[in-house]
């Protein structure tokens, strides 16, 4: 009966953790567009397999890149949100 809720809690915690951020105040100042990068970030971790830490540097180059936004952008956003 145990396992059963571990595996319900493991669970929640992977749609928690992957999810995004649509709902934060950081989040809803963005462009669209830079809306639409921070969304193919997360999709792109989700994808990734492996260590994140050590891939993020280059999914945020090609994500800035591919929308047409700075990566100083990009970081700024990372760090407002997770300052708050």
């Not at 994808?47 to 990566?71: F, P, Q």
């Amino acid at each position: 009966m145990s396992d059963l809720s571990f595996k319900k809690f493991r669970r929640k915690l992977n749609e928690r953790r992957y999810i995004g951020p649509q709902g934060t105040v950081e989040f809803k100042k963005l462009s669209p567009k830079m809306r639409a990068a921070i969304n193919d970030i997360y999709s792109m971790i989700n994808k990734t397999s492996g260590s994140v830490v050590s891939k993020i540097e280059g999914i945020i180059r090609a994500v800035s890149k591919r929308h047409g936004v700075s990566t100083y952008d990009i970081d700024d956003y990372f760090d407002n949100e997770l300052i708050k």
